[in-house]
């Protein structure tokens, strides 16, 4: 009969972390998550690991970068409890929202490069200053002080803007208090509503939020597109931002390449006590 080349082979916890500079700690704690096959104990309770553990440790690290521990996680336990199928369908989301942040980030490049300048530094710095109407103003004025504010052909309001950028109302409200967003509001209804440069400066800081600016780095940035009323202000932060997202495809790729090699090791056997 012929002998299974896993079980020929013993590892000790600390041969699997002196290879990533981990901790022998780390590797109980892969393996006590999922991230790694049970070990086999030996007669005196000490794990003992085949290549089959050194290989998955390989990819769950591989996978990490691409797709972040939890996700990376969720992959390997998929893998080991035989769902490959569902292993499979975890990488093909990391895939598809690196395919959204590319289509969000050239939706904001395309923005800014159709802004005009004039329009931005006037029409911003005006509804900025213009207080919410009362009912005493509606009663006064409505023709003349309800036109300039009635929503316009491409206008949105706060649940459309929010479910194109998957996000919830609340952080449009939060980034709105922060300053990164101006709607203004429908004099009659009194819901906020967003114009081409407010869409714009959501989208904007959607994209900086996902590349993990905080939102008092962002705010400044927003300043010098209101300002400029063009991409060249950010130039250098969505070209960063485009070498990121070429760095997670490669690292997606590498992981894909590990995974693989981790699949292809036979199954763990029991290694001899």
Wanted: charged share 25%.
């Amino acid at each position: 009969m012929r002998q299974n080349p896993q079980s020929a082979v013993r590892l000790r916890p600390v041969d699997l972390a002196r290879e990533h500079g981990l901790s022998t700690q780390a590797v109980r704690n892969y393996e006590d998550a999922g991230i790694l096959p049970a070990a086999v104990r030996t007669p005196s309770g000490y794990r003992a690991y085949t290549p089959r553990h050194a290989s998955a440790l390989r990819a769950f690290l591989a996978l990490v970068p691409g797709h972040r521990h939890r996700t990376a996680a969720a992959i390997m336990r998929a893998v080991h409890d035989g769902a490959v199928g569902e292993a499979f369908r975890l990488i093909d989301e990391s895939h598809a929202q690196l395919l959204d942040d590319r289509r969000t980030l050239r939706a904001v490049e395309d923005a800014l490069r159709d802004l005009d300048p004039s329009e931005t530094k006037t029409g911003t710095e005006r509804k900025t200053k213009r207080q919410p109407s009362t009912n005493a103003d509606r009663g006064r004025g409505t023709l003349t002080r309800t036109a300039p504010d009635a929503p316009r052909p491409g206008d949105t309001f706060i649940g459309p803007l929010a479910a194109a950028l998957r996000i919830r109302p609340a952080t449009l409200r939060t980034w709105e208090r922060a300053g990164l967003v101006r709607p203004r509001r429908d004099p009659q209804t009194g819901y906020r509503v967003y114009d081409a440069a407010a869409q714009r400066d959501a989208r904007l800081t959607h994209q900086l939020r996902r590349g993990g600016y905080l939102l008092e780095q962002i705010a400044p940035l927003i300043g010098q597109v209101r300002t400029a009323g063009g991409l060249e202000p950010l130039e250098a932060i969505l070209h960063e931002w485009h070498g990121r997202l070429t760095d997670r495809g490669r690292a997606l790729l590498a992981g894909a390449a590990a995974l693989e090699a981790c699949l292809s090791e036979p199954p763990a056997a029991a290694p001899p006590a």
